[in-house]
């Protein structure tokens, strides 16, 4: 005699794509959020296997849809860049994301900032940044055989990963990238266009009082 088991077809596990939270808790956390994306972004645009996000939810483990962290800035070296609704490792050819920054909001406590430090530590982050804004400080973490360790002097510090140089000014944090140029807001961005184009007038009109046609060069 054959006896059939029934067997009850596995709901598919759900991996959300929001976790509710808002991006940022203040304009000037956004802001340093979307400068430090949109300037590594912009150094490995030419790259396509380098993937560069703000606010994505990384699920590390697969069947685990409660285990999730969304870092304000992450960079995966190695993967495509592909548009995602979050960031499933097991679907990354198991990469973690390599860098981390999270820029800190009035908000945000010393028992949250632990949890994703033991986080990173856990998943396998190899460089991982913290921007307070209001208090002007910076620190950051390396992995060191196989542990996240402090990073003793911060200032002038290189990250091995992205090639970006951090200062510190009274104005804050000063990202420079491996050529020496400063991640700018957009707004610096557009002002310093203005300034170029302004350049570009000038001289095209002095050429043309030389009897020069800049256009014909």
Do not use: H
Not at 138 to 163: A, F
């Amino acid at each position: 005699m054959v006896t059939e088991i029934q067997t009850t077809p596995q709901t598919p596990i759900i991996y959300p794509e929001s976790d509710g939270q808002p991006m940022a808790e203040n304009t000037e956390q956004f802001r340093w959020i979307v400068t430090i994306q949109g300037g590594i972004d912009a150094l490995f645009k030419d790259d396509p296997n380098v993937f560069v996000a703000g606010d994505l939810l990384w699920y590390p483990v697969e069947g685990n849809n409660k285990l999730r962290v969304a870092p304000d800035v992450m960079v995966a070296i190695g993967r495509p860049k592909v548009k995602r609704g979050s960031y499933l490792q097991w679907e990354e050819d198991d990469i973690a994301p390599q860098v981390v920054f999270e820029v800190l909001s009035p908000g945000n406590t010393l028992t949250e900032m632990a949890k994703k430090l033991d986080f990173y530590q856990r998943y396998g982050v190899e460089e991982y940044y913290i921007y307070d804004p209001d208090k002007i400080d910076v620190c950051g973490w390396i992995r060191t055989e196989n542990q996240l360790t402090l990073i003793d002097t911060i200032k002038g510090w290189i990250s091995p990963r992205l090639g970006v140089r951090f200062e510190m000014s009274e104005s804050g944090l000063e990202l420079y990238r491996p050529d020496g140029r400063k991640f700018s807001t957009y707004i610096e961005l557009d002002n310093q266009r203005q300034q170029a184009e302004e350049r570009a007038n000038r001289l095209a009109e002095r050429l043309r009082e030389l009897g020069i046609d800049p256009d014909a060069m």
